[in-house]
T-cell receptor, first 113, second 116 residues
């Protein structure tokens, strides 16, 4: 059973701080990794995708991938109250059978003004 | 921009009714997916489709069926709605990437279904 694990939170950070969200996955052959943000009552929206080891930056967001350790993280710099949401990690594997993307249950982030 | 639309934002049905949820995408995506999302359980895949008239069971297909007669449209059918099918239903689509299954999924706004 392929699994994606996230700390459910809530993770509380003060406004302006760096929020660090972590995700581990069980399938060693995983190749594609995604971070989605989901506001309460809304649908998930893609923030970032990452496919290679290392860091990928997009504005205030940085995704970090370490395939050897099987983890992927999302850093949010200069956190704003509008970043308060649930963040979903999703992982895809080649030959993943009937589950094309495996989602974690999400980490709830609360940015305190 | 990718646009995925769902037929209703909110729906209230009675136990035993047949329920149709429709999803349309405008990006010529090959792949379409139906999930349900419940507190504490996360997103769970019900069915997906990689082509017209093709369907594959996901993790929780029991009590559901799907139809994909046109590439842009993917319908989820609850044959006889039950109270345990009260949930948020999310449709998603993606293009076929260089590796099968790998491309980014884009979600519709969701349908919150209540079965009384």
């Amino acid at each position: 059973q392929k699994e994606v694990e996230q700390n459910s939170g809530p993770l509380s950070v003060p406004e302006g701080a760096i929020a660090s969200l972590n995700c581990t996955y069980s399938d060693r052959v995983s190749q594609s990794f995604f971070w989605y943000r989901q506001y309460s009552g809304k649908s998930p929206e893609l923030i970032m995708s990452i496919y290679s080891n290392g860091d990928k930056e997009d504005g205030r967001f940085t995704a970090q991938l370490n395939k050897a350790s099987q983890y992927v993280s999302l850093l949010i710099r200069d956190s704003q109250p509008s970043d308060s949401a649930t963040y979903l990690c999703a992982v895809n594997s080649v030959n993943s059978g009937n589950t094309p993307l495996v989602f974690g249950k999400g980490t709830r982030l609360s940015v305190i003004a | 921009d990718v646009k995925v639309t769902q037929s209703s934002r909110y729906l209230v049905k009675r136990t035993g009714e047949k329920v149709f949820l429709e999803c349309v995408q405008d990006m010529d995506h090959e792949n379409m997916f139906w999930y349900r999302q419940d507190p504490g359980l996360g997103l769970r895949l019900i069915y997906f489709s990689y082509d017209v008239k093709m369907k594959e069971k996901g993790d929780i297909p029991e009590g559901y069926s799907v139809s994909r007669e046109k590439k842009e449209r993917f319908s989820l059918i609850l044959e006889s709605a039950s109270t345990n099918q009260t949930s948020m239903y999310l449709c998603a689509s993606s293009s076929a990437g260089p590796h099968l299954h790998t491309d980014t999924q884009y979600f519709g706004p969701g349908t919150r279904l209540t079965v009384l």
